[in-house]
Every structure is written in C-alpha cells, then in structure tokens.
C-alpha cells in the first residue's frame, strides 16, 4: 500500500509558474508508473504527464514543452514543474501510483490560473 500527499497548488497569473509535489509512503521505490492527472469542472479526468520507474515520461499535447515530471528517489517525492501556465490549465490535480497490483491516488490540490 501507498499513501500520496500533494501540495504545491494555488492561484498564479496567466504566464506564471507552479511545482506540485507528491510525497509517497512509505516508499517510492514500489511505484511503477507515477502520474498526474487533472480534472476540470465539468469534464473527465485526464493524464497530464506519467514517469515509469525507469526513468521514461509522457505528457498530454496540452502540456507538451510548458510542464516537467520529474521524481527524487531521496526524498521519495514526484513533482510537476508547470511552466507558461493557461486559464485552461485550472483544475485539481490528483497524483496517482500504479504498482504491481493496484493504483492508489492523492486527495488531489486545487491550481487556479487566473488574472
């Protein structure tokens, strides 16, 4: 089992910046894939971009060249640097862990971006 606690979300300006980050416990060394997803008022989940264990990472075309995934086996930690951030980028972002087995999400933080 895993436990993903998310911070880092917030309001900023359009153009602006944010990190989110996603602490896992007891370890991130279990977790396969880590991902982010969004959901907007309204519309479905979706992934924004994923890390496999192996270092390899996807992004939606959204996000392409504006947002980072990134993972500190140190700090047991998984983060999304967004860049150049979009009105359309307000959602709340949940953090999701796939092991072998099962997924666990986070309880998911609220990012606004807005003038």
């Known amino acids: 089992q895993v436990q993903l606690v998310e911070s880092g979300g917030g309001l900023v300006q359009p153009g602006g910046s944010l990190r989110l980050s996603c602490a896992a416990s007891?370890?991130?060394?279990?977790?396969?894939?880590a991902g982010w997803y969004r959901q907007a008022p309204g519309k479905q989940r979706e992934l924004v971009a994923a890390?496999?264990?192996?270092?390899?990472?996807n992004y939606a075309d959204s996000v392409k060249g504006r947002f980072t995934i990134y993972r500190d086996n140190a700090k047991n930690t998984v983060y999304l640097q967004m860049n150049s951030l979009k009105p359309e980028d307000t959602a709340v972002y949940y953090c999701n862990a796939m092991l072998v087995l099962n997924d666990y999400w986070g309880q998911g933080t609220q990012v606004t971006v807005s003038s």
């Open positions: 007891p370890s991130i060394f279990r977790i396969k894939t």
């Open positions: 890390i496999r264990s192996g270092g390899t990472t």
